[in-house]
């Protein structure tokens, strides 16, 4: 697609239940991360993709958080037995190789799922 | 470990004013340094980046130069128009990382 697209934008869900969240990166990026941003704060690292591997999950902030990705191409976070502090927007961006290190390179930011949990 | 620190907002400047937000940063070795800018609705877009101690990054107006000897690398315009308010996030990476590193993000809201 044109840019990076993120589902569903907004997510209201209760206490205790699943959530998956959906990020479809550019077409032909090979990196892929997950941020989040909670309010007042700025943005947390989650997780890194490089294709379909992970090889930085080390923002990811307990065992509930997971992350898959699936022919080098869509990404789900899912939260299990989601918490009040998990409210946040869950952002998705994408870069077309792993550049974005060396500053050659920036990354294309999706515009986040909005998760409440009550 | 490497963070980065910007000034906390909000910013409320009148059209036309001077714009000064600013950043620093704690890395080891040579990190490259961006500011992002989220305008309302909209997803975070890169608006300029300094990969090298005294390089000048510049887009829209806006400038921010990489310096070293302060580690801090502020941004600049000398005359914000209403379409500039947005929250403006300063953000590095390094070599060995393996993403960027944002700063909390400073909101600017420019009246008529």
């Known amino acids: 697609g044109a840019g990076v697209s993120q589902s569903p934008s907004n997510k209201v869900t209760e206490k205790g239940k699943d959530v998956e969240l959906r990020c479809d990166p550019i077409s032909g990026h090979t990196a892929l991360y997950w941020y989040r941003q909670s309010l007042g704060q700025g943005l947390e690292f989650l997780i890194y993709?490089?294709?379909?591997?992970?090889?930085?999950k080390s923002g990811l902030p307990s065992d509930r958080f997971s992350a898959e990705r699936t022919g080098g191409s869509v990404s789900t976070l899912t939260i299990q037995r989601t918490q009040q502090e998990d409210s946040a927007v869950y952002l998705c961006?994408?870069?077309?190789?792993?550049?974005?290190?060396?500053?050659?390179?920036?990354?294309?930011f999706g515009s986040g799922t909005q998760l409440s949990v009550l | 470990g490497n963070s980065v620190t910007q000034m906390e907002g909000p910013v409320t400047l009148s059209e036309e004013a001077f714009l000064t937000i600013n950043c620093t940063y704690t890395a080891t070795g040579y990190p490259s340094l961006f500011w992002y800018v989220q305008y309302p609705g909209e997803g975070l877009q890169l608006l300029l980046k300094?990969?090298?101690?005294?390089d000048k990054g510049s887009n829209k107006g806006f400038e921010a130069t990489y310096r070293k000897e302060t580690t801090s690398f502020h941004l600049e315009k000398g005359s914000v128009q209403v379409s500039d308010s947005a929250v403006y996030f300063c953000?590095?990476?390094?070599?060995?990382?393996?993403?960027?590193?944002f700063g909390s993000g400073t909101r600017l809201s420019i009246r008529p």
């Open positions: 953000a590095l990476t390094y070599s060995s990382a393996s993403k960027i590193i």
């Open positions: 961006a994408s870069s077309l190789t792993m550049g974005v290190t060396s500053g050659n390179e920036k990354l294309f």
């Open positions: 300094a990969t090298k101690a005294d």
């Open positions: 993709f490089q294709g379909n591997s992970a090889p930085d």
